[in-house]
């Protein structure tokens, strides 16, 4: 099965600074990569997300990269500020893959945080 | 317009009890799946429902079950409780199976 690794597990900014959080995923079938942001006791947000046939996507502060050939996305946030603090998981799925089972495989998550 | 909803916010049970969680998807989102997320962890996948049948289930034991209802809504079961069964447990719904998930407030259970 799919298997998320998500690296680092702590950062910590400076507020104005970038963060970038990496993962890597095991299943070349999986195409559609999504980012959550759960703060303390919370529900997890979806944040922005990609599918495999872009490389990139933008919002605002975030963007997303993705990697087909080295099965790796990368979450970047610039100009942080202190409300950008939580925990950030990545996700893999088959989404789209017609009649397989849609499921997300979750990272272990990055806890970020951004000092004022 | 209402997101997704889940009840109880808060369960305290006994080892060996029997557990039901409750999820109202987005209105209409037809697919609801179910995550268990110990504390430190992502959340795991349990199920996923869509168009009342199962499309979908994770590595759990048979003691944890469920179900999706004509109005899209759903339960999740889970018998003879085990300390660590002890998580925040999560439902997300999304409109087709591969679109989108938005994940409810979750439940905490707590096994004692």
């Known amino acids: 099965g799919e298997n998320v690794e998500q690296h680092p597990s702590t950062l910590s900014v400076q507020e104005g600074d970038s963060a970038v959080i990496k993962c890597t995923y095991s299943?070349?079938?999986?195409?559609?990569f999504p980012w959550y942001k759960q703060e303390l006791g919370k529900r997890p947000q979806l944040i922005i997300d990609i599918r495999s046939n872009v490389g990139e996507k933008k919002d605002q502060r975030i963007a997303v990269t993705l990697n087909k050939t080295a099965k790796h996305f990368s979450l970047h946030i610039t100009e942080t500020q202190p409300e950008d603090s939580a925990v950030y998981f990545c996700a893999a799925s088959r989404g789209n893959s017609g009649g397989s089972n849609y499921k997300l495989t979750f990272g272990k998550g990055t806890l970020l945080t951004v000092n004022p | 317009d209402a997101g997704v909803t889940q009840s109880p916010t808060h369960l305290i049970k006994t080892r060996g009890q029997h557990v039901t969680l409750r999820c109202s998807p987005i209105s209409g989102h037809k697919s609801v799946s179910w995550y268990q997320q110990v504390l430190g962890q992502g959340p795991q996948f349990i199920f996923q429902?869509?168009?009342?049948?199962?499309?979908g289930r994770g590595n759990f034991p048979d003691r944890f079950s469920a179900r999706q209802f004509p109005n899209y809504s759903s339960e999740l079961n889970v018998n003879a409780l085990l300390l660590g069964d002890s998580a925040l447990y999560l439902c997300a719904s999304s409109y087709y199976r591969e679109t989108e998930a938005f994940f409810g407030q979750g439940t905490r259970l707590t096994v004692v």
């Open positions: 429902y869509y168009e009342k049948e199962e499309r």
């Open positions: 299943d070349s079938a999986s195409n559609y």
